[in-house]
Structure formats: structure tokens, C-alpha cells
């Protein structure tokens, strides 16, 4: 079963010209609608990153964090990675190594626990990694 120490992996952090690229694996042992996500939080050298300063990359689309909940028809497979950018003030230098930590929250459909209520899991993951190309 995947946990929160699966959400970054070596090669996560990417230098992006909006700032910074870090590539999420699905924190579940199984694909997900993307709408199963209900939050992704960034805190990048122990700052946390407002929302409004993240988007989500994946298949070539880009979404708010808060459209998420609604792409009930786009699948996270198991295998892809989610790409979340995030807006900083100058691009993260390639090779040098930051701080990052993601919490991803997930609402699980098939783990219905009473009407409109889902069993849910809280992913966090904190590591120090370099940034890559």
C-alpha cells in the first residue's frame, strides 16, 4: 500500500521558469480519480506556499488546486506522476537542494462510510532533495 513516504520520490524537484516542479506518485496502492484529491499543500524550506501559488500538471492539462475535486473524469494512475507546479519568485537553481514538504488529502470513492462520507487519507511527506533539470 502506498503511504505518505511514496509521495516524493529522488527525482521529484525539477526547475520549472515559474519556479519549481515537483512530482507527486499517487499516495495509494491503487490509480485514482483526480477528483479524489481534496488538497495538496506545499511548504517549501519550512514556508508554507499559499494555494493560489500552486497549479497541478497532469496528461498535458493544468488545473487550480481547488478544480481538482471536480475532474471526476480524469484518471491518476498508479504509475503516472502529478505535477505540481509552484510559482516562485525566481526559478529553483538546477542542482541545488531544497527542503520540500507535501501533504496530499485524498477523499477514497469506493470507501464509502455513511451517505456523502468517505474514509480519507492524509499523505505527508517531508525531504531534502536536489533539484533537477
Do not use: C
Not at 477514497?108 to 517531508?126: C, D, E, F, G, W
Request: avoid cysteine; proline fraction near 6%.
Amino acid at each position: 500500500m502506498a503511504t505518505g513516504d511514496t509521495v516524493l520520490s529522488d527525482d521529484s524537484l525539477a526547475t520549472h521558469p515559474d519556479g519549481l516542479a515537483i512530482r507527486l506518485t499517487v499516495p495509494w496502492y491503487r490509480s485514482l480519480w483526480l477528483s479524489s484529491v481534496t488538497d495538496i499543500a506545499v511548504a517549501v524550506g519550512g514556508q508554507p506556499v499559499p494555494a493560489s501559488r500552486l497549479r497541478a500538471e497532469l496528461d498535458g492539462r493544468s488545473y487550480r488546486i481547488d478544480e481538482l475535486g471536480e475532474q471526476w473524469d480524469v484518471l491518476w494512475f498508479i504509475q503516472d506522476r502529478l505535477t505540481v507546479i509552484v510559482t516562485l519568485d525566481a526559478p529553483a537553481p538546477a542542482g541545488s537542494d531544497l527542503d520540500v514538504e507535501v501533504t496530499v488529502d485524498l477523499r477514497l470513492p469506493y470507501m464509502q462510510i455513511a451517505p456523502q462520507k468517505y474514509v480519507t487519507n492524509h499523505a505527508s511527506n517531508r525531504r531534502t532533495l536536489g533539484v533537477g533539470a
